[in-house]
């Protein structure tokens, strides 16, 4: 008994919304019957405030510890969207059913939550007493019942009614006793009943409808199946409403603003196919008018034709009607009527029928028409066709006239393909008295036109627009009309809308059908779930724990067990230890390159300072003591001197260099150069300020010029370093070779030396900052492992690639840059 009494009718108020305001959203174009047609214009926003307020109502039921106005604001706007549409769908249209069900509704979810009720539900009392009043009317009024039913007999729906009496005083006398099995059994009966319904009104296609009674189906089978209410705590709890909420709502909220998108987009289409449609219908009956006009008119004015109609010849005047008729292309029918009305000359089509026509209206306008061609009203000839004709007069003189009949046969004009899409109903009709002259979807004609019967009076009054109507059973229909200039017709398209928005129909059917599967999974799969995510959470608080505790072996705290959140939460919980003990190892060999740099700079800098020092104090003794050097020796002072300053200015400008690299702000100024040209100045400049070393650095470079865009200074570095490298690290006496090479797209340098070679252990990590080789730092030639990171750095920030290669200590090294032709800075700007 728990679960029928704590059930609340707030559950089934959401889930009513949710389905009516998801139907109204997805599929407008469904609410066309007649009572709906009080609030067809407002469906869209009431379904939006449909979903929006049950979707807050069962936000707050999923949350209840949030603050209690969220439940309140959903309810107020659930009760104001049912109300209105009560308001409109059943008191306005004297609906019954819908009269009891949704003011019960109501009560009873306003009543759960006074202080009453509170912690009890009213959903199993609400079924009851819906049940007994729908029993009480289809047993008294079973013909207004009908269409619930899918045996559509009056006596059948009696027992209907009979058996909803029956079920809902068994379903309240269960209540009453706390009997569960009595209410399982009226509440099995009553969803049977129920389901009766939805499907009765699922075949006639009533979306409103099934929604309401497909929710009290699906709640008197939870009420059956369910033993007992869901305890709202715990991990399980907390992921089957996360999972529910995630799953269904995020779904058929974006799906209604697509639907809602793709409804406005295509109804937009249609109007602008419906105007287009119209337009063109229009311009080719104007057209046919003002050719039918232009030619009657020519021929009654026609020199020759007067003449032979004055002359009474009434053969000539038989073979111009022919032409008329027969080769114009434009008229089904001609003929020539004197002015007393009788035939002169008849019409071949129409059986050479001959009489006095003065009675017909056409005729009596030609008289008083002066010299106009008159178009005439629709009407049947004598032959019982339907025709339209334009009248000329012909005027013989002395007062004497003819009149040029010429026809257009309605039903030819019917049979004539539209230039409106198949999906349009075309009607043209006369605003004279309405008669209809062409219809494309039953090719009736001269009765009144459909479309008078289906807009206002005046709707079509205006030489164009766009209206909305309804069809006879409820169908929505969209109307673009226009008059035809220079005629009393007026063209209607009409497209309807339930058609043309199928596709759009199908799409949110999917969409929600999408939604409903998700959260069924959710419901089914959340148990499993919590149970499995709750064990493993509880391990790795447990891991947490042992946070603080030496590593297990192979470093891994807590199992990871499985591929989602959980096992990476855990694997990313092993990987921060692991981090944290590396971080530790990186920390110390920091601290141990620091210290080794500090080493470095403090005796490199100070290699330099000393001799600087002493010849600067032997200079100042000497000009103490009066003494003068000689000039060689001054010479040869000033020139020790300069090279210490220029190898400490070096060692300065690498550390600069470095420490812009780390800031980011090691930057490039490219400008168009010749490579050779600098390779050419860079040698010689080494060679001179190397004595002994003079000769033994050759250059290879193309005897054309090798132009790209480049920073100048910084290559000049990157060559000097290179080149002074190869120099520093090979014996005295041995060559060193630098080759420039044009390649496709770029250039290559090549700087290679017999020197000391390069160990393939240190080869991997020669470009890092403060690295030296082993067998460089054996072979003290100064310098703090600085100028071959500075050289990758220049070749890297101008899109090249540095590379060296070396058989090992002892053999030599070779260091190969490679440049594109314009540097990647500048390619970039």
């Known amino acids: 008994m728990e679960i029928l009494e704590r059930a609340r009718v707030e559950w089934f108020a959401a889930a009513f919304g949710l389905v009516v305001g998801t139907t109204m959203v997805f599929v407008p174009y469904e609410f066309g019957a007649a009572l709906f047609q009080h609030i067809y214009t407002h469906v869209r926003p009431l379904g939006s405030l449909f979903l929006v307020g049950s979707a807050t109502m069962l936000v707050a039921l999923l949350y209840p510890s949030w603050p209690g106005v969220v439940g309140w604001a959903g309810r107020a706007l659930f009760v104001g969207a049912v109300s209105f549409y009560w308001w409109s769908t059943t008191v306005l249209n004297n609906s019954m059913t819908g009269g009891i069900l949704y003011p019960l509704m109501v009560a009873a979810l306003l009543l759960e939550r006074t202080s009453r009720f509170q912690g009890r ?85 009533s979306w409103a409808g099934m929604g309401v009674y497909s929710v009290l189906a699906l709640a008197c089978w939870v009420l059956l199946l369910m033993r007992q209410m869901p305890s709202p705590v715990g991990v399980r709890w907390r992921l089957f409403r996360g999972m529910a909420l995630a799953s269904v709502l995020p779904i058929l909220g974006l799906g209604a603003v697509t639907s809602t998108l793709a409804q406005r987009a295509l109804e937009a289409e249609l109007r602008e196919k419906a105007l287009q449609a119209v337009a063109a219908e229009t311009a080719w009956l104007e057209q046919t008018a003002t050719m039918a006009r232009s030619l009657l008119r020519a021929q009654s004015r026609d020199v020759a034709f007067v003449a032979t109609a004055r002359s009474g010849d009434r053969e000539a005047l038989r073979e111009r009607v022919d032409l008329l008729e027969n080769d114009s292309g ?115 004609v001269l009765s009144r036109a459909p479309a008078l019967e289906l807009l206002a009076p005046g709707a079509l009054s205006a030489a164009e627009g766009m209206a909305e109507a309804f069809d006879p059973k409820g169908r929505r229909l969209m109307v673009a009309h226009a008059q035809v200039a220079g005629t009393p017709w007026t063209v209607v398209v009409t497209a309807r809308l339930r058609e043309a928005f199928a596709p759009v129909t199908r799409m949110g059917a999917w969409v929600v059908v999408i939604a409903l599967v998700a959260g069924a999974i959710a419901l089914v799969l959340s148990q499993w779930v919590g149970r499995d995510v709750a064990g493993r959470l509880e391990a790795l608080r447990d891991g947490f724990a042992a946070l603080g505790t030496p590593a297990l072996e192979g470093g891994q705290r807590v199992q990871a067990r499985g591929d989602d959140e959980v096992s990476q939460l855990a694997s990313g919980f092993n990987e921060m230890a692991a981090r944290i003990d590396r971080t530790q190892k990186e920390l110390r060999e920091a601290i141990a390159i620091r210290d080794q740099f500090l080493s470095m700079a403090s005796h490199e800098l100070r290699t330099p300072l000393t001799p600087l020092k002493a010849t600067l104090d032997l200079l100042i003794r000497q000009s103490e003591s009066g003494q003068e050097l000689n000039p060689e020796r001054r010479r040869a002072t000033f020139s020790r001197l300069n090279r210490q300053v220029d190898r400490l200015t070096r060692l300065i400008g690498d550390m600069l260099d470095v420490s812009r690299l780390q800031s980011g702000r090691f930057t490039l100024t490219v400008a168009p150069m010749d490579l050779g040209t600098l ?119 101008h899109g090249g690639h540095i590379q060296v290669r070396s058989a090992g200590p002892g053999q030599g090294s070779c260091f190969t840059v490679r440049l594109p032709r314009a540097a990647v800075a500048d390619a970039a700007a």
């Open 330 to 444: 434009l008229f089904d029918a001609a003929w020539v009527l004197d002015d007393t009305g009788e035939t002169l000359v008849p019409s071949t089509r129409l059986d050479r029928r001959t009489g006095n026509f003065s009675a017909r209206e056409y005729f009596q306008h030609a008289l008083k028409g002066g010299d106009e061609v008159l178009l005439s009203r629709p009407f049947l000839t004598s032959a019982g066709l339907p025709f339209v004709v334009f009248t000329a007069p012909v005027d013989l003189g002395t007062g004497r006239r003819l009149i040029l009949v010429a026809g257009l046969s309605l039903r030819r004009l019917g049979l004539h393909p539209t230039l409106a899409s198949r999906s349009y109903h075309v009607e043209l009709f006369d605003r004279r008295d309405g008669s209809l002259l062409r219809e494309t979807d039953r090719g009736d």
């Open 679 to 797: 390779a050419h100045e860079v040698v010689e400049r080494i060679g001179s300020a190397r004595p002994e070393r003079q000769g033994l650095v050759s250059l290879e470079v193309p005897s054309s010029p090798l132009m790209g865009r480049w920073d100048e200074q910084r290559l000049d570095q990157l060559l000097t370093n290179l080149v002074e490298n190869a120099l520093r690290y090979s014996p005295p006496e041995t060559p060193v070779r630098v080759r420039v090479v044009e390649e496709p797209g770029g250039v290559r340098v090549d700087v290679e030396d017999r020197g000391i070679g390069i160990p393939q252990e240190s080869l991997s990590q020669l470009f890092t900052p403060f690295y030296r080789a082993r067998n460089a730092t054996e072979h003290y030639a100064g310098g703090l492992g600085l100028g071959l990171a500075i050289c990758r750095e220049i070749v890297e920030r």
């Open 121 to 205: 539900g009213l959903l199993a009392v609400f079924t009851a007493v819906v049940a007994l009043c729908f029993g009480m009317l289809m047993t008294l009024s079973p013909q207004v019942y009908l269409r619930f039913s899918l045996l559509p007999v009056a006596p059948l729906v009696r027992l209907m009614g009979v058996l909803f009496l029956a079920s809902g005083s068994l379903l309240a006398v269960g209540l009453w006793r706390k009997q569960p099995g009595v209410c399982r059994l009226a509440l099995a009966v009553l969803g049977l009943l129920f389901l009766n319904m939805l499907l009765a009104l699922g075949a006639r296609g």
